[in-house]
T-cell receptor, first 114, second 113 residues
């Protein structure tokens, strides 16, 4: 039982390049989330998927797209990377997305955009 | 809109002493409160949560938190700090309306031997 896994662990991009961050969970959770963590800002929600087939914007969605590929996988795409997207990205999942559910986090992807 | 404040960026405590990491919140309905810990270069790990019931919640690694509705606080506590408790701690809140989880900015705890 690996929990939530993310690939890659590290990535360096040049401005304008695109990339996809991958996330998978093996806990049979319905809901999945993408956050970014910046120094002094805490975690901010980018997008979330309450259930397979649905996605919704979070607090900071601009410059990102997501795909809920199936129940296990939720990817985050940067179409044209900008230096402001330099951050640590975390994927999380929870049972059903209810307010009382605990979210479980992956190890993160550290992205640098030059 | 819900919000969380962690008023201290950094907390320093001597090993063996009690520790407190402060959190206050604002929600429009009933609050659901969470504490997470992040060790260097790792993801967030769940410590404990308050949903309803007893105001004192016990969690992992000897941590506990006290829910105080009148003061809108949910402070994290541990009776005797360990050097290994040194990490970044996040408080988070949701309301009963299934709105997204909102995180505080984090408090860095440093336990000195």
């Amino acid at each position: 039982n690996a929990g939530v896994t993310q690939t890659p662990k590290f990535q360096v991009l040049k401005t304008g390049q695109s990339m996809t961050l991958q996330c998978a969970q093996d806990m049979n959770h319905n809901s999945m989330y993408w956050y970014r963590q910046d120094p002094g800002m805490g975690l901010r929600l980018i997008y979330y998927s309450a259930s397979e087939g649905t996605t919704d914007k979070g607090e900071v969605p601009n410059g990102y797209n997501v795909s809920r590929l199936n129940k296990r996988e939720f990817s985050l795409r940067l179409e044209s990377a900008a230096p402001s997207q330099t951050s640590v990205y975390f994927c999380a999942s929870s049972t059903a997305g209810a307010s009382t559910d605990t979210q479980y986090f992956g190890p993160g992807t550290r992205l640098t955009v030059l | 809109a819900q919000s969380v404040a962690q008023p201290e960026d950094q907390v320093n405590v001597a090993e063996g002493n009690p520790l407190t990491v402060k959190c206050t919140y604002s929600v429009s309905g009933n609050p659901y409160l969470f504490w997470y810990v992040q060790y260097p270069n790792r993801g967030l790990q769940f410590l404990l949560k308050y949903i309803t019931g007893d105001n004192l919640v016990k969690g992992s690694y000897g941590f506990e938190a006290e829910f105080n509705k009148s003061q809108t606080s949910f402070h994290l506590k541990k009776p005797s700090a360990l050097v290994s408790d040194s990490a970044l701690y996040f408080c988070a809140v949701r309301d009963s309306g299934n709105t997204p989880l909102v995180f505080g900015k984090g408090t860095r705890l440093s336990v000195i031997a």
